[in-house]
């Protein structure tokens, strides 16, 4: 696991830095030529959980 300042650090950085939903979805949809429709407007999840490695966006069997 990171160093929990380290992390939050990093997080904060990413969400007002780089992290924009919006903006990735959109360059998303260029670069796999899927309709627009297949593809939620807004994450099913926060960056938070997306890297958290023990965190899964569904349950395992």
Known sequence: M???QRSTS???YLEGK???PAKYR???LKASKLDA?????APYFTLEQAL???WLP???E
């Open 58 to 60: 569904w349950q395992p």
């Open 2 to 4: 990171l160093n929990t």
């Open 10 to 12: 990093f997080l904060l």
């Open 52 to 54: 958290d490695e023990d």
């Open 26 to 28: 959109k360059l998303f």
């Open 18 to 20: 780089i992290y924009t």
């Open 37 to 41: 429709q297949e593809i939620p407007e």
